[in-house]
DNA sequence: CCCACCGATGAAAACCTTTTTCAATGGACT
DNA sequence: AGTCCATTGAAAAAGGTTTTCATCGGTGGG
């Protein structure tokens, strides 16, 4: 029970509800709040797929075809300022964007669809530490990600 | 000890060591051993650091000032393939390789001075059950990197 | 030994993605 | 209305990787 209490995965906020909540957070660090931005945001807010830069720009487009794709880098780049994104690592593409959580979390991630799924609770102190004292390196971040495939796939 | 047993630093093959053996798996693949390639294979071989292909290019020139950086992209290319180099992942740079190490291990790398070390035994199994019991996903792979400071730093 | 073949090479061109530049736009505030 | 200035999209530039191509040169067969 106390091993079982120590991993959770997520249950976020549903990707909808994250569109006022990034709008708040741009108006809130001096960001206007333009079209262009919200149509960058919604994609990117209700995706539970990591998008490319270019992806998120077809998709953007439908509702604002005005759209340029620099504008789309700048408003990620803006949303990874703020933590409301983060980039998705994965071995044949490291340029993908997520909507980021609060906290340490590490990333789930579908081989076939792309699905993405935040767990957290992993036990590496015991493991940090050995490899501390075998290699002579202080360990101050770790990144970990599983791979694998969905429920749905 | 039995905790302490599972997680090992890799007292790895000397980097000098390694040359013959990744040419002769270039010849035994069919591969010619030529000069060029050669001079990629010292540079990447010997490094503890992972390397870019214009870092590989600005040292292997030194020994072989007539090389092309099309033949290192080539050569890293094959000595992918063969699993005798990786791509090294990091926040900020996905496209340095480092040599490889047989079978499954993780990487400790330095912020500071990008020094390399592999290590293995982490114990993700109990973790990664509970995840797949969470989420419905199958894991299949896992990716584990430690970011710290080295002895030297 | 000579030749034909073909893998390998480097230069140049093409390509693709990302960043920078720039003139124009249009909110916010007075 | 008028000023200020963040924001925008187009275009150019930059940066990195891949493709193309003519040439080179090692190897194996004649
Ligand atoms: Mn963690
Ligand atoms: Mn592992
Ligand atoms: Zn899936
Ligand atoms: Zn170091």
New binding site residues.
């Given amino acids: 029970m106390v091993s079982r209490a120590r991993t959770s995965t997520s249950a976020r906020m549903s990707t909808s509800a994250r569109i006022p909540v990034w709008e708040d957070a ?1 108006r809130q660090h ?11 945001v919604e994609i990117v807010a209700e995706s539970g797929r990591a998008l ?3 992806e998120i720009y077809d998709r953007a487009r439908v509702a ?1 075809p ?13 949303l990874e300022e703020l933590h409301l994104v983060q980039r998705v690592h994965r071995p044949d593409n490291c ?1 993908a964007f997520i909507a980021g959580v609060e906290g340490h979390q590490h990333l789930l991630i579908c081989q076939n669809c792309g699905r993405v799924q935040y767990f957290s609770g992993d036990q590496l102190e015991a493991l940090i530490q050995r490899v501390e004292a075998d290699t002579g390196y202080q360990v101050h971040d770790h990144w970990l990600q599983l791979f694998g495939k969905c429920g749905e796939c």
């Fill in positions: 741009l001096g960001y206007r709040l333009t079209a262009p931005r919200q149509a960058v490319n830069p270019t604002y005005r759209l340029g794709l620099v504008t789309v880098y700048r408003t990620l780049e803006k340029q």
